[in-house]
C-alpha cells in the first residue's frame, strides 16, 4: 500500500436504529444436556441474535484482524448511531456516539468493547420514522477530514513529504437498507457532505480535503427473507467518491462476508496450516489432525507468485471459506502442511520476511492450541504440500515478544551464495551470450533521480520516457552471438546505434546511409563476414548466402524502427535501393557462383578418381597375392603326396624371363616382379621397340644375316649355318 492510501482511515458506521433489533433468524441451540436431563425438565428453547448483535460481533473482528496485523498506523473509527427527533416545527434532534478517535492510544479493541457496552442494544420500541443512517454517514465524512498524528506530523514537517499528503479514506456502513432507492440516497448524501466539507477544509489549517473516498454499503436482512436491495460491483460516482453494495445474510454469512472484504482492503492473504496434531479430550491418548486459517501481508505469498506455485494448486488444496452463494463470496486460502517441530528452538532459518497473523477464527479450539503452543517459545516450520518430489519447507511460524510471525524461508538459490554459471539460466548449456553487448544495453539505458515536474514537449514524464526508451532498444535484439551477424560487425555499429533513437537528424541518416554503402563495397570486394559455423559441417555458407543473411537482417532492425519518424523510413529505403542490384551485377555474380560450382565440381570429380585408381590397384595386387598363396600351397601338398611323380627339373630363369606379363608366369611371384613389370610394360609404350629384339630367337639376335643369305647359307635355331 502507499503513503496514505485508501486504508489509512476506515470509519465503520453501524445503524443503532429500532429495525436492527429484529431477530436474525438463526438459532442456537442452548440445551446442551439433552441426554442427562432427568424427566419433567423443561428443555431451553433456541434462542438467535439481533441483527444489531451480528452487525457488532461482526465489525468487531474486522477490526480485530486489522489490529492483529497492522498494530500501528492503521486506523479504524467505529461510529454509532442513535438518533432521537423532538417535534416541534421541524426539529431533528440526533445524538451520533463517537466511540473512539484517530487517536493511537485509541486504537485497540478493549477501547471499542467498553464504549459499546455503555451504548446498549437498539429499542425496538422507539419510532423508526424518527431515526436515519444519513446522520451516521454525515459524521464520518466530517471524520474523515480531520487529520490523523501521522498525517499531522507529515503535514508539519519540513521535509519533502509535506507536499505529498494525500487524504484518502474509506466508510463501511452496516444498515438495513429499504430498497435500491434508499442506497442511492445515501449515496448521493455523502456525495453532497463530501463535496461541503471539501470547501470547508479549503479555508481552515486543521481541516484536510477528502481527494479519495470509498463507500460500502452492506445491507443486513434476516435469514428466510428475500432481500429488497441487489448487489451492486465497485462504481464511480464522481472524482472523489467510488461506491459498493452488499447484500448479506446475516449471522454466518455476513462475519464470512467480512472477512472476505477485510483481505483486499488491507492487502491481506490467506493461509490455511493443515494436519495439525491435537490431541483429544475425550480420549486423551489418540489425536487427531486439525486445519487452522491464519490472515497475514500478502507479501508472504510473493514468492509463490513469482515462481507461479501457487497458481499449481488444484481445488482440493483450496480451502472455501462458508458458503460459494453470493451471500459470502469465494475466498482462496493457499495450504501448507504441518511440519514436526524440531527440538532446538535456536537453530537460525535465512529468512527474507517476517508477518503478523492473526487466526480467522480465533476463539476455536484448533486456533488456540496453535496460539498457546507458539506463545511458550516453540517454532513450527510449514512445507508446501507436493504429490511428487522432495518436500519444501517455505515457511515458519514462531513468535517475538509476544506477537506471531509467519517467516519466509527462503527455498530458492540464496543471495549469499555465489553467482550461478551462465550455463545455468534459461538457456541451459548456451554460453556464447553477448555479455559484453548486454552491459553496455544496461549502461545506455540506467534510471537517474529526476524531478517528476518536468515533462518533455509530448508531456511525457520521465518514467514514461525511459519506458519509451526501454521498448524501442528491445525491438530486436538478439540475445546469441550465434544468432547474429551485424551485430558482430563493427562496420554496422553507427547505424545500429542510431536507429533507436526516438527522432533522427538529417546527420544521422546520412550517417546510416554511408555504412550501408560501405557494407556495399564490402560486398563486392567480397570481403568475409563473421559468420557463425556452429553446429553447421563443411566450410559453412557461401559468400554470397553470407551477405543475403547479413541484409536480411539489417532489414529487419530497421523495420523494426521504420514507424518511428519519417527518417527512419529513409533509411530502409536506402538499403532497399541497394539491395536491388543492376543486371550486369547479378550477371555478375552468376557467372561467379558457375565458376566456384565448377571448380568445386572438377575437385571433387579428382578426388574420385584418385580413390578409384587407388582402390583398382589396391584390389588387383590383393587378387595377385591371393593367387600366389593358393598356387604355393597346392604345389606343397602335391609334392608331399605319396603317388605323385617327381617334380621336373627347372631351368635357371634368365634375367629376361622375369620381364614377362605377371599372367604368363607360373608359381609364386614376388611383389617386386609386379612392380617391375607393371613398369616397365608402361615404359614400353612410350618408344618403338628395337628391331633386333623383336626377331630375335630366345631373346638372340643373328648379326650380318644378309651377308650369309648372299653366300647361300642357311640359317638354324641353334644358329650355325649349314648348306
Given at each position: 500500500?502507499?503513503m496514505?492510501s485508501v486504508?489509512?482511515?476506515t470509519?465503520?458506521?453501524v445503524?443503532?436504529c429500532?429495525y436492527?433489533a429484529?431477530?436474525?433468524r438463526q438459532?442456537?441451540?442452548?440445551?446442551?444436556l439433552?441426554?442427562?436431563?432427568s424427566?419433567g425438565?423443561?428443555p431451553?428453547?433456541?434462542v438467535?441474535?439481533?441483527l444489531?448483535?451480528?452487525?457488532?460481533?461482526?465489525?468487531?473482528?474486522?477490526c480485530r484482524?486489522?489490529?492483529?496485523?497492522?498494530?500501528?498506523?492503521k486506523?479504524?473509527?467505529?461510529?454509532k448511531l442513535e438518533?432521537?427527533i423532538a417535534?416541534n416545527y421541524?426539529?431533528?434532534?440526533?445524538?451520533?456516539?463517537?466511540?473512539?478517535?484517530?487517536k493511537?492510544?485509541?486504537?485497540?479493541?478493549?477501547?471499542?468493547?467498553?464504549?459499546?457496552a455503555?451504548?446498549g442494544?437498539?429499542?425496538?420500541?422507539?419510532?423508526p420514522e424518527?431515526?436515519?443512517?444519513?446522520?451516521?454517514?454525515?459524521?464520518?465524512v466530517e471524520?474523515?477530514?480531520k487529520?490523523?498524528?501521522?498525517?499531522?506530523?507529515s503535514?508539519?514537517?519540513?521535509?519533502?513529504?509535506?507536499?505529498?499528503?494525500?487524504?484518502?479514506?474509506?466508510?463501511?456502513?452496516?444498515?438495513?437498507?429499504k430498497s435500491?432507492t434508499?442506497?442511492?440516497?445515501?449515496?448521493?448524501?455523502v456525495l453532497?457532505t463530501i463535496q461541503?466539507q471539501?470547501?470547508?477544509?479549503a479555508?481552515s489549517?486543521?481541516?484536510?480535503?477528502?481527494q479519495?473516498?470509498e463507500?460500502?454499503?452492506?445491507?443486513?436482512?434476516?435469514?428466510?427473507e428475500?432481500?429488497?436491495?441487489?448487489?451492486?460491483?465497485?462504481?464511480?460516482l464522481?472524482?472523489?467518491?467510488?461506491?459498493?453494495?452488499?447484500?448479506?445474510?446475516?449471522?454466518?454469512?455476513?462475519?464470512?462476508?467480512?472477512?472476505?472484504?477485510v483481505?483486499?482492503?488491507f492487502?491481506?492473504a490467506?493461509?490455511?496450516?493443515?494436519?495439525?496434531p491435537?490431541?483429544?479430550?475425550?480420549?486423551a491418548?489418540?489425536?487427531?489432525n486439525?486445519?487452522v486459517e491464519?490472515?497475514?501481508?500478502r507479501?508472504a505469498?510473493?514468492?509463490?507468485?513469482?515462481?507461479g506455485d501457487?497458481?499449481?494448486l488444484?481445488?482440493?488444496?483450496?480451502?472455501?471459506?462458508?458458503s460459494?452463494?453470493?451471500?459470502?463470496?469465494?475466498?482462496?486460502?493457499?495450504?501448507?502442511k504441518?511440519?514436526?517441530?524440531?527440538?532446538?528452538?535456536?537453530?537460525?532459518?535465512y529468512?527474507?520476511g517476517?508477518y503478523?497473523i492473526?487466526?480467522v477464527?480465533v476463539?476455536s479450539?484448533?486456533?488456540?492450541?496453535?496460539?498457546?503452543?507458539l506463545?511458550?517459545?516453540?517454532?513450527v516450520l510449514?512445507?508446501q504440500p507436493?504429490?511428487?518430489?522432495?518436500?519444501?519447507?517455505?515457511?515458519?511460524?514462531?513468535s517475538?515478544g509476544?506477537?506471531?510471525f509467519l517467516?519466509v524461508?527462503?527455498s530458492t538459490?540464496s543471495?549469499?551464495e555465489?553467482p550461478?554459471s551462465?550455463?545455468?539460466g534459461?538457456?541451459?548449456r548456451?554460453?556464447d551470450?553477448?555479455?559484453t553487448?548486454?552491459?553496455?544495453?544496461?549502461?545506455e539505458?540506467r534510471?537517474?533521480?529526476?524531478p517528476?515536474?518536468?515533462?518533455?514537449a509530448a508531456?511525457?514524464t520521465?518514467?514514461?520516457?525511459?519506458?519509451?526508451?526501454?521498448?524501442?532498444?528491445?525491438?530486436?535484439w538478439p540475445?546469441?552471438?550465434?544468432?547474429t551477424t551485424i551485430f558482430?560487425?563493427?562496420?554496422?555499429v553507427?547505424?545500429?546505434?542510431?536507429?533507436?533513437?526516438?527522432?533522427l537528424?538529417?546527420?544521422?541518416?546520412?550517417?546510416?546511409?554511408?555504412?550501408?554503402?560501405?557494407?556495399?563495397?564490402?560486398?563486392?570486394?567480397?570481403?568475409p563476414?563473421?559468420?557463425?559455423?556452429?553446429?553447421?559441417?563443411?566450410k559453412?555458407?557461401k559468400?554470397?548466402?553470407?551477405y543475403?543473411?547479413?541484409?536480411?537482417?539489417?532489414?529487419?532492425l530497421?523495420k523494426a524502427?521504420?514507424g518511428?519518424s519519417?527518417?527512419?523510413q529513409r533509411?530502409?529505403?536506402?538499403?532497399?535501393t541497394?539491395r536491388?542490384k543492376?543486371?550486369?551485377e547479378?550477371e555478375?555474380?552468376k557467372r561467379?557462383?558457375?565458376?566456384?560450382?565448377?571448380?568445386d565440381k572438377?575437385?571433387?570429380?579428382?578426388k574420385?578418381?584418385e580413390?578409384?585408381?587407388?582402390?583398382a590397384?589396391s584390389?588387383?595386387l590383393?587378387g595377385v597375392?591371393?593367387r600366389e598363396?593358393?598356387e604355393?600351397?597346392e604345389?606343397?601338398?602335391?609334392?608331399?603326396?605319396?603317388?605323385?611323380?617327381e617334380p621336373?627339373?627347372?631351368k635357371p630363369?634368365l634375367?629376361?624371363?622375369e620381364?614377362?606379363?605377371p599372367?604368363k608366369?607360373?608359381?609364386?611371384?614376388?611383389?617386386l616382379?609386379?612392380w617391375?613389370?607393371?613398369?616397365?610394360?608402361?615404359?614400353s609404350?612410350k618408344h618403338?621397340e628395337?628391331?633386333?629384339?623383336?626377331?630375335?630367337?630366345?631373346?638372340k639376335?643373328e648379326?650380318y644375316q644378309?651377308?650369309?643369305?648372299e653366300n647361300?647359307m642357311d640359317v638354324?635355331?641353334n644358329?650355325?649355318?649349314?648348306?
Amino acid at each position: 500500500m502507499r503513503m496514505f492510501s485508501v486504508s489509512h482511515k476506515t470509519a465503520l458506521v453501524v445503524d443503532h436504529c429500532p429495525y436492527m433489533a429484529e431477530s436474525s433468524r438463526q438459532l442456537i441451540e442452548c440445551d446442551m444436556l439433552t441426554k442427562s436431563r432427568s424427566q419433567g425438565v423443561i428443555p431451553l428453547a433456541p434462542v438467535s441474535k439481533s441483527l444489531w448483535t451480528c452487525a457488532i460481533e461482526c465489525s468487531m473482528e474486522y477490526c480485530r484482524i486489522v489490529y492483529d496485523v497492522y498494530p500501528t498506523n492503521k486506523l479504524v473509527s467505529v461510529w454509532k448511531l442513535e438518533l432521537f427527533i423532538a417535534v416541534n416545527y421541524i426539529v431533528s434532534d440526533s445524538e451520533v456516539h463517537i466511540l473512539n478517535s484517530w487517536k493511537q492510544e485509541d486504537q485497540n479493541t478493549q477501547q471499542l468493547m467498553t464504549a459499546l457496552a455503555a451504548v446498549g442494544p437498539p429499542n425496538p420500541r422507539q419510532d423508526p420514522e424518527c431515526c436515519s443512517v444519513l446522520h451516521g454517514l454525515v459524521a464520518a465524512v466530517e471524520s474523515l477530514c480531520k487529520s490523523t498524528e501521522y498525517q499531522h506530523e507529515s503535514r508539519t514537517t519540513l521535509m519533502d513529504t509535506a507536499e505529498r499528503v494525500a487524504n484518502r479514506g474509506r466508510i463501511i456502513c452496516l444498515t438495513n437498507a429499504k430498497s435500491d432507492t434508499h442506497v442511492r440516497m445515501l449515496e448521493d448524501c455523502v456525495l453532497e457532505t463530501i463535496q461541503e466539507q471539501n470547501k470547508r477544509a479549503a479555508g481552515s489549517d486543521r481541516l484536510m480535503p477528502i481527494q479519495q473516498c470509498e463507500l460500502v454499503l452492506v445491507h443486513i436482512y434476516p435469514q428466510g427473507e428475500e432481500t429488497l436491495v441487489s448487489d451492486r460491483q465497485k462504481k464511480e460516482l464522481s472524482s472523489v467518491l467510488s461506491s459498493e453494495v452488499h447484500s448479506v445474510r446475516a449471522g454466518r454469512y455476513l462475519a464470512c462476508k467480512l472477512n472476505v472484504l477485510v483481505q483486499p482492503h488491507f492487502d491481506l492473504a490467506s493461509t490455511t496450516i493443515t494436519n495439525i496434531p491435537m490431541k483429544e479430550e475425550q480420549h486423551a491418548n489418540t489425536s487427531a489432525n486439525y486445519d487452522v486459517e491464519l490472515l497475514h501481508h500478502r507479501d508472504a505469498h510473493m514468492e509463490f507468485i513469482k515462481s507461479g506455485d501457487i497458481w499449481t494448486l488444484d481445488h482440493s488444496d483450496l480451502h472455501m471459506a462458508g458458503s460459494t452463494s453470493r451471500d459470502s463470496g469465494l475466498k482462496e486460502t493457499v495450504t501448507l502442511k504441518w511440519c514436526t517441530p524440531r527440538t532446538n528452538s535456536v537453530e537460525l532459518h535465512y529468512c527474507t520476511g517476517a508477518y503478523r497473523i492473526s487466526p480467522v477464527d480465533v476463539n476455536s479450539r484448533p486456533s488456540s492450541c496453535l496460539t498457546n503452543f507458539l506463545l511458550n517459545g516453540r517454532s513450527v516450520l510449514l512445507e508446501q504440500p507436493r504429490k511428487s518430489g522432495s518436500k519444501v519447507i517455505s515457511h515458519m511460524l514462531s513468535s517475538h515478544g509476544g506477537e506471531i510471525f509467519l517467516h519466509v524461508l527462503n527455498s530458492t538459490r540464496s543471495t549469499l551464495e555465489d553467482p550461478p554459471s551462465i550455463s545455468e539460466g534459461c538457456g541451459g548449456r548456451v554460453t556464447d551470450y553477448r555479455i559484453t553487448d548486454f552491459g553496455e544495453f544496461m549502461r545506455e539505458n540506467r534510471l537517474t533521480p529526476f524531478p517528476e515536474s518536468m515533462v518533455d514537449a509530448a508531456c511525457r514524464t520521465p518514467v514514461e520516457r525511459a519506458k519509451s526508451q526501454l521498448e524501442r532498444h528491445t525491438r530486436y535484439w538478439p540475445m546469441i552471438i550465434s544468432q547474429t551477424t551485424i551485430f558482430n560487425m563493427q562496420a554496422v555499429v553507427p547505424l545500429a546505434n542510431l536507429i533507436v533513437k526516438d527522432t533522427l537528424t538529417d546527420e544521422d541518416v546520412l550517417t546510416c546511409q554511408k555504412t550501408v554503402y560501405n557494407l556495399v563495397d564490402m560486398e563486392r570486394k567480397s570481403d568475409p563476414l563473421p559468420i557463425s559455423t556452429v553446429g553447421s559441417r563443411g566450410k559453412g555458407p557461401k559468400r554470397d548466402e553470407q551477405y543475403r543473411i547479413m541484409w536480411n537482417e539489417l532489414e529487419t532492425l530497421v523495420k523494426a524502427h521504420v514507424g518511428t519518424s519519417e527518417r527512419h523510413q529513409r533509411v530502409l529505403d536506402c538499403i532497399s535501393t541497394c539491395r536491388s542490384k543492376p543486371p550486369e551485377e547479378e550477371e555478375r555474380k552468376k557467372r561467379g557462383r558457375k565458376r566456384e560450382d565448377k571448380e568445386d565440381k572438377t575437385e571433387k570429380n579428382g578426388k574420385d578418381r584418385e580413390e578409384k585408381g587407388w582402390t583398382a590397384d589396391s584390389e588387383r595386387l590383393k587378387g595377385v597375392m591371393e593367387r600366389e598363396k593358393d598356387e604355393q600351397s597346392e604345389c606343397e601338398i602335391i609334392k608331399d603326396s605319396p603317388d605323385s611323380p617327381e617334380p621336373l627339373n627347372k631351368k635357371p630363369r634368365l634375367a629376361t624371363e622375369e620381364q614377362q606379363p605377371p599372367e604368363k608366369s607360373k608359381g609364386p611371384v614376388s611383389l617386386l616382379t609386379l612392380w617391375t613389370n607393371r613398369i616397365t610394360q608402361a615404359n614400353s609404350r612410350k618408344h618403338q621397340e628395337f628391331a633386333g629384339r623383336l626377331s630375335s630367337v630366345n631373346n638372340k639376335a643373328e648379326l650380318y644375316q644378309h651377308l650369309k643369305e648372299e653366300n647361300g647359307m642357311d640359317v638354324h635355331e641353334n644358329g650355325k649355318a649349314t648348306r
